[in-house]
């Protein structure tokens, strides 16, 4: 009997601070459109209005994971104390929409989204395969239980942008150093604070999606998925 071709991957989209689920959707995409023969790509908007008040009429709202006190130094310092309970509403908003939407096979996630996607896994168990991280880090004052701790049994792909002026590469290599067994997969592209161009990447995730894929046929064919 012929191998059955590996299914899709379903992955779930994760937007940065000050974006939303229609934005990322629209940012990328080239980059889905050179995956779609591998992957299926769900959008969800953070639970988390930016800002106090409502957006102004006819402007658009735009989400966060997690608010932090100073503004937008989430990313810079290592402050550590200030919670006001925003990124926990967001873990139980988004550990109910993979319930009623999932099961998802991995997470990709961009900036804020990508240091949300970090600190979930300080939070327990996913049942998630992969995680791809586009201009991560590690969001310290997001929860107390967010550490730079070593972390196993996920695949991670971390795309590392030579001219991003807004995170350092040192603080999405440091994202990239906390995993092991496996190994985090880093590649460093050539461009700025986004979703690589999928020119420049596409070769790169056929590769670790071909490798997730055969996992996940060869554990469904044999029934332990």
């Not at 779609?36 to 959008?43: G, I, K, R, V």
């Not at 957006?55 to 994971?65: I, N, Y």
């Amino acid at each position: 009997m012929a191998k059955a071709i590996p299914r899709k991957l379903k992955i779930l989209c994760l937007h940065g601070h000050h974006q939303n689920a229609a934005r990322f959707r629209e940012k990328t995409g080239g980059f889905r459109k050179g995956l779609q023969s591998q992957a299926e790509f769900t959008f969800i908007d953070s639970p988390i209005q930016e800002g106090l008040e409502p957006p102004a009429e006819g402007s658009e709202e735009t989400q966060t994971w997690f608010t932090t006190s100073p503004e937008r130094t989430y990313w810079r310092e290592k402050i550590t104390g200030i919670y006001d309970g925003s990124f926990e509403k967001s873990v139980d908003f988004l550990r109910s929409f993979i319930k009623e939407n999932g099961p998802f096979d991995g997470i990709l996630s961009f900036s804020q989204g990508a240091a949300f996607s970090h600190a979930i896994l300080c939070q327990g168990e996913w049942n998630l395969k992969f995680i791809i991280y586009c201009c991560g880090f590690i969001a310290y004052n997001a929860s107390r239980n967010v550490k730079k701790e070593t972390i196993t049994g996920i695949r991670t792909f971390h795309c590392i942008n030579k001219d991003d002026k807004v995170i350092p590469n040192d603080l999405s290599e440091e994202l990239a150093s906390v995993f092991d067994d496996p190994k985090a997969i880093v590649k460093h592209y050539e461009c700025g604070h986004c979703i690589p161009p999928i020119k420049l990447c596409k070769s790169d995730l056929i590769e670790f999606f071909n490798e997730i894929r055969n996992q996940i046929s060869n554990e469904e064919e044999n029934g332990t998925a």
